[in-house]
């Protein structure tokens, strides 16, 4: 059962321009949540998480958002630059130690 | 640097051999995780490890796979009389907190 999905499996972005990754949850039980990124023959990187408690986290240039209602939430990276292309996963996780993903989506920022 | 490592990085076997991975987490991380990718897929939880304790198993670890963690420290994934359907990467990650988890680059086994 598929509890975090990703439904954008890529997107483009021109460089200096704002990209917004979005991921879904169906499992109300869910209080954690964590972005991160992966590069081609590498490990995934952690990005920057967000407790349910919080409806918005920033770190620089990256800004996750959550909307508990909607069970939404996305990844704002502004300004976007050409190393931001990657895999980014969407994870959630109901207790500490039990992450679910989701499938990734591939950004390119074009420069 | 001292990140999470894993070897080997790659292992291609013929269906029905064994074979082994290890993962060196964060020396000051007592939580290690190991996942299962497959292609356009995200990584899927296989077992998880509080010091040597292995505390938590997932249904997608068939009785052919084992994990140990001796003392605690370094890890080993054994997976037996391997079929087709065991290509994947495997990642191991590990944490201090069990929220921000920190990936090894994976192992990548192929299975002719």
């Known amino acids: 059962d598929q509890q975090v999905k990703q439904n954008s499996p890529s997107l483009s972005v021109q460089e200096g321009r704002i990209s917004i990754l979005n991921c879904d949850y169906t499992?109300?039980?869910?209080?954690?949540f964590l972005w991160y990124k992966k590069y081609p023959a590498e490990g995934p990187t952690f990005l920057i998480s967000?407790?349910?408690?919080?409806d918005k986290n920033e770190d620089g240039r990256f800004t996750v958002f959550l909307n508990k209602s909607a069970k939404h939430l996305s990844l704002h990276i502004v300004p976007s630059q050409p190393g931001d292309s990657a895999v980014y996963f969407c994870a959630a996780s109901a207790r500490v130690n039990d992450m679910r993903f989701g499938a990734g989506t591939r950004l390119t920022v074009k420069p | 640097d001292t990140g999470v490592s894993q070897d080997p990085r790659h292992k291609i076997t013929k269906r029905g051999q064994n074979v082994t991975f290890r993962c060196d987490p964060i020396?000051?991380?007592?939580?290690l995780y190991w996942y299962r990718q497959t292609l356009g897929q995200g990584p899927e939880f296989l077992t998880y490890f509080q010091n040597e304790a292995q505390l938590e198993k997932s249904r997608l670890l068939s009785d052919r796979f084992s994990a140990e963690r001796p003392k605690g420290s370094f890890s080993t994934l054994e997976i037996q009389r391997t079929e087709q359907g065991d290509s994947a990467m495997y990642l191991c990650?590990?944490?201090?907190?069990?929220?921000?988890?920190?990936f090894g680059p994976g192992t990548r086994l192929t299975v002719t």
């Open positions: 990650a590990s944490s201090l907190t069990g929220h921000e988890q920190y």
């Open positions: 499992n109300s039980m869910f209080d954690y």
């Open positions: 967000i407790s349910s408690i919080k």
């Open positions: 020396s000051e991380h007592n939580r």
